[in-house]
């Protein structure tokens, strides 16, 4: 049995996957590699130039990190009891704010909202330093309270907007058979809207949090240096050229961002996601 030229079989190579992989190794170099710099330093006990790795391997900085005698736990203190007030603040302005928006006919509606974005449009720098020199007056500088005021300032966008938004996803069918069969106004809030805002709401308090936990220039402008915070205390780790103490600052800083992260992806439904600015 003979095999002719017509029925004999071929073999392509694809070389397509040579770029494709190119692209893709130089994705995750863009992405991982500075993560990986990072991870490193919070184990590198002796590390300079021209050296590609660390001379010596080590924990001794996380040591130095949570001594006593060190300022991260104080830092790291701070920055939570500020994230925490910063976002019961918040919400408690967003929630009527956000329910108002959503429900209610209000005139100027649109530039409510766009109203809120003031603080986002212009360069931090020249903002907080002005808060600063006003915050002085009042005696609010190097305190807890002018440094969440300043946060809950930046946050605010993003608590109205997502609340409205997830007032907005609920359907005001079911808030109108609540209050026909004899519900008030505030147990129908209570009982059927406010559950069905909840996992918007939550996510709503989560990226006011985290954009509270990573904020620094407001905290620098007001709180410094009574205030001490992780961003601040990684400043000036970064500065002081004390790069172990940097990079395990910013790691502690980094491991609640991904966390919370996994739960706003979670709990922001597309639902919600598509009323966002309407």
Avoid: C
């Avoid at 009527?96 to 720098?125: D, H, S, V």
């Amino acid at each position: 049995m003979t095999t002719t030229a017509a029925t004999r079989p071929t073999f392509s190579v694809d070389l397509w996957w040579i770029p494709r992989a190119i692209v893709l190794g130089l994705l995750a170099f863009a992405i991982f590699g500075p993560l990986a710099n990072l991870v490193l330093w919070t184990v590198t006990e002796r590390w300079y130039f021209p050296h590609a790795l660390p001379l010596e391997y080590g924990v001794s900085y996380w040591g130095r990190v949570f001594s006593p005698r060190g300022t991260a736990m104080e830092s790291l203190t701070n920055s939570v009891v500020v994230a925490f007030l910063t976002v019961a603040l918040a919400m408690a302005l967003a929630v009527p704010a956000g329910y108002a928006l959503a429900r209610l006919k209000l005139p100027w509606r649109a530039l409510i909202m766009l109203a809120f974005l003031i603080p986002q449009a212009f360069p931090n720098l020249p903002v907080y330093v002005n808060i600063a020199r006003l915050f002085y007056q009042f005696g609010l500088n190097g305190t807890v309270a002018g440094v969440v005021l300043v946060h809950v300032t930046h946050g605010l966008v993003y608590a109205v907007w997502i609340a409205t938004a997830a007032f907005s996803a609920i359907d005001r069918e079911l808030e109108d058979a609540a209050r026909s069969i004899g519900a008030s106004p505030l147990r129908t809030f209570r009982d059927v809207t406010l559950p069905l805002a909840a996992p918007g709401l939550l996510a709503s308090a989560i990226f006011v949090f985290l954009e509270s936990l990573d904020e620094f220039t407001g905290s620098y402008f007001v709180g410094a240096p009574d205030v001490n915070t992780m961003p601040l205390l990684l400043y000036t780790a970064s500065s002081g050229g004390n790069y172990q103490i940097a990079s395990i600052t910013a790691v502690l800083l980094l491991i609640p961002s991904v966390g919370f992260m996994l739960v706003v992806e979670r709990f922001l439904k597309s639902d919600v996601l598509s009323k966002v600015g309407h």
